[in-house]
């Protein structure tokens, strides 16, 4: 997350949990689950113009959130297993993997830990060494 001075009328918390709902409910709508990139960022802003993020106008929506504090949507999209991105010639869809959405382990932790390109591995030795 990038810092800045901007003062948000939501803590991040909720940011995070209105952005990552709203994002599951709109790709759960589409038949199977991909939607071009613009068209939900415009589904994104209408869904959520019912939250005041902002004092001003030019900071109350959700993509300029994602834009200023994630450095933009396709980063905050890339964090995640259960997005992905579909780029064609001309155009950027996200795809929803519903198997993979679980609600209740999608908290929100400030920072990442690692990226998708990097690999943690673990030595699970467990009762071997006893």
């Not at 030019?58 to 933009?72: A, D, H, M, Q, V």
């Not at 679980?102 to 673990?122: A, M």
């Amino acid at each position: 997350m990038v810092q800045n001075n901007i003062k948000w009328n939501l803590t991040s918390e909720k940011c995070f949990d209105i952005i990552h709902l709203t994002l599951i409910d709109i790709l759960t709508e589409s038949k199977d689950g991909v939607k071009n990139i613009s068209d939900i960022i415009i589904m994104l802003n209408t869904r959520t113009k019912i939250y005041k993020l902002h004092n001003s106008r030019k900071y109350n929506s959700f993509s300029k959130y994602l834009k200023i504090e994630y450095k933009g949507f396709l980063n905050f999209i890339e964090d995640y297993n259960f997005y992905d991105v579909i780029k064609n010639d001309k155009d950027i869809s996200i795809k929803l993997y519903k198997n993979l959405v679980n609600l209740d382990d999608l908290k929100y932790s400030g920072k990442r830990l690692t990226k998708d390109s990097e690999w943690i591995f673990i030595d699970d030795l467990g009762d071997e060494l006893l």
